[in-house]
């Protein structure tokens, strides 16, 4: 579903070919302002407001800056509810240092109301805009000109169709400044296949409302406040990662991080970011019970011997762990319903390359109502796999993953004892998975 906060637009663009790109009217202490508002299906509308602040410029045409959003606009409760760290130069190229998983939305975000213009000569052909890390970007058709701006259809895909095998689907207009190349205005809306056809399931709105030119003063308060804010952050980040990673404990209570982020409060009481820190540790109150019930369940089983299971494949070939002899096995479980376990089934093709000569036997496991379900999900992906189903919810259960937490990765050692079991998708997901997977492959 759609959401405000996340709001799943790439708005990159593309032409091939193009000499030099458009150039956005950049200088340090330039802010950029939009307004948007999402309303979805049975629910209130929401607000939210978007700023690019560029802090400063690291080398010519080359900016430091944040994007952050701020929740209940113009209210008395108006609050800073995210911030990201990035390069971005005046076409709109972006690099971002820190690769968080949860900031993935953060960057769908700045791509979307401040497209990459780098291969863009003129608003005047269909561009394409390359995926980002979530696999989705945008293809726009120019429909001509209305009130001086460039007016534009899009749609957004996924890389390898992998928006129709979900069956969701983004469009709407845009509207593009072509005398200083902002994006104007977009309006969106996404739709859901059902049995009974596609269904709106919500409708968004953004506009540029302000571009601001701020001093110096300004921007060395605000690089001042990040850097600050931004290194109590990899702190938050490292002690959950230290946790996360550590198998024989993993676990991790609260007091450390309510005194790191304390200790950053006290010394940055004034800080536009406090509120934000603030924030995280609301988040971090309601959202620990829960990692710590996914720490519990993988301790439990990691280390011991793997529950044995026979499943089929869609042509009624039936396996068994017991098959395996001494090979080391991955098995992920995954649902083409979910967005993340296409991501996941995509790395699974590269891990699967690398890693079967090798000796490790990989074994998607597809928890689908159908077997052609799978099947056309695969064929979609261009997928060389074969792939089991599950309709038993005790096999999950019994491997440490809850109901409902896709995709999630399972690695046995060549004495087929639980590795470790993994949550999610995402690089550094991957990255572990792909540790975990050279060490069972050890003689």
Known sequence: MFRIYILPVVLMLLVTGAAQGLEYPFQAGTQVIFDATSVGMGQPAMAIRYELWLLGEREPGKFEAIWVFFNNPRKPE????????????????????????VTYILQEAVETFIPD??????????WK????????????????????LVRCSFAQY??????????????????????????????????????????????????????????????????????????????HDD???????????????LAPLEQMWQTYLTANQTSIFAALAKNHMQVMK????????????????????????????????????????????????????????????RELKAMKAEYE??????YPINLDATDKDAIDSLAVLDAN??????????????????????????????????????????????KELRTRIEAALQP
Do not use: C
């Open 78 to 101: 108006e609050s800073l509810a995210g911030a990201l760290l990035l390069t971005i130069d005046k076409y709109g190229a972006k690099i971002f240092p820190r690769e968080r998983e």
């Open 117 to 126: 213009l780098t291969q863009v000569t003129a608003f005047d052909k269909v």
């Open 129 to 148: 805009g390359p995926p980002v890390v979530t696999g989705r970007y945008f293809s726009y058709q120019p429909l001509g000109e209305e009130n001086g």
């Open 158 to 235: 996924g890389e390898d169709k992998m928006d129709q095998i979900v069956g969701v689907l983004t469009s709407g207009e845009a509207f593009f400044d072509p005398k200083a190349n902002w994006l104007k205005e977009i309006r969106l809306a996404t739709t859901q296949q059902t049995q009974q056809g596609p269904m709106i399931v919500s409708n968004a709105t953004a506009r540029l409302t302000r571009v601001v030119q701020k001093d110096e003063q300004w921007a060395a308060k605000r690089r001042e406040e990040a850097r600050a804010f931004f290194v109590a952050l990899q702190q």
């Open 239 to 253: 002690l959950l990662f230290k946790a996360n990673d550590d198998l024989s404990s993993a676990t991790i209570t």
């Open 286 to 345: 309601a959202e620990l019970p829960v990692l710590q019930g996914l720490w519990a369940s993988r301790k439990k089983i990691v280390g011991s011997g793997a529950p044995s299971w026979t499943l089929k494949d869609p042509q009624g070939t039936s396996y068994s762990l017991a098959q395996a002899g001494q090979q080391p096995v991955l098995m992920v479980f995954w649902s083409r319903m979910s967005w993340e376990s296409l991501m996941a089934i």
């Open 357 to 362: 000569p090798r000796g490790l036997l990989v």
């Open 385 to 430: 796999m074969v792939t089991l189903r599950n309709t038993d919810p005790n096999l999950l259960s019994m491997y440490g993953i809850p109901i409902g937490v896709l995709p999630a990765a399972v690695i046995l050692d060549r004495q087929h004892k639980i590795a470790d079991v993994r949550y999610g998708w995402g690089k550094r997901v991957f």
